[in-house]
């Protein structure tokens, strides 16, 4: 029985490792992409891509990802996405707009001076943001970032109001059987990740102690 209900948790582990492991991905590039346009000098197309960033976070995951899935179908007659593809697409899109914040905040916070001053030096603005910028601007977002990543761990769970078969929903489909020691196994595996998480982060903040 150990042995059963082993396999049916990775089978369930592997799925969340995935989901994880592209939202990252693709959220990452789109979250600086998203920045930018939030930060445009173009007035239409800044408003417009802070309202989409709004309404990504003013609205629950859950939501989402009901919307992406049954969406389609319900307003467009449109097939069904496969369920686990439904819940990529709504994970990068809602964790991009909240990545997109953390890098505007991140590149914002950087002092002005700094790049006027290698303007006078007679550097690039693509070398400013490559040399000067972007260093400092990848210490700042460590922590929120750190914060994120944990916290897109614990949400994958909520994948399974479309039925994708997480480490949760395997260890709760024993509840029927009369056990319930095997959600202890799921919550052991959300603190080992995210306490590796925690010190991965802990160990790259030293390292970007370059800047004081």
């Known amino acids: 029985m150990l042995l059963s209900v082993s396999l049916t948790l990775l089978e369930g582990l592997v799925v969340t490792l995935q989901l994880f492991a ?46 992406v899935f049954y969406g389609p179908g319900l307003m467009f007659d449109l097939p069904l996405l496969p369920r686990f593809t439904a819940a990529v697409v709504t994970f990068v899109i809602n964790y991009a707009c909240y990545f997109s914040e953390i890098f505007r905040g991140g590149i914002q916070g950087v002092p002005l001076g700094q790049q006027e001053a290698g303007l006078v030096l007679g550097m690039t603005k693509r070398q400013i943001f490559f040399k000067v910028t972007l260093l400092q601007v990848i210490k700042r977002i460590v922590p929120p970032m750190g914060n994120e990543f944990i916290t897109l761990v614990k949400d994958t769970a909520l994948v399974r109001t479309i039925s994708v078969y997480e480490i949760i929903w395997m260890g709760e489909s024993y509840i029927k059987k009369g056990m319930i020691w095997p959600l202890f196994y799921t919550a052991v595996f959300y603190l080992v990740v995210n306490g590796i998480l925690t010190l991965l982060f802990g160990w790259f903040e030293k390292k970007l102690d370059y800047f004081k």
């Open 22 to 67: 592209l939202t990252l991905l693709f959220a990452l590039p789109l979250g600086l992409i998203i920045s930018f346009g939030s930060m445009s000098r173009c007035t239409p197309l800044r408003a417009v891509v802070r309202t989409i960033v709004w309404v990504i976070r003013g609205t629950p995951l859950m939501l989402q990802i009901l919307v």
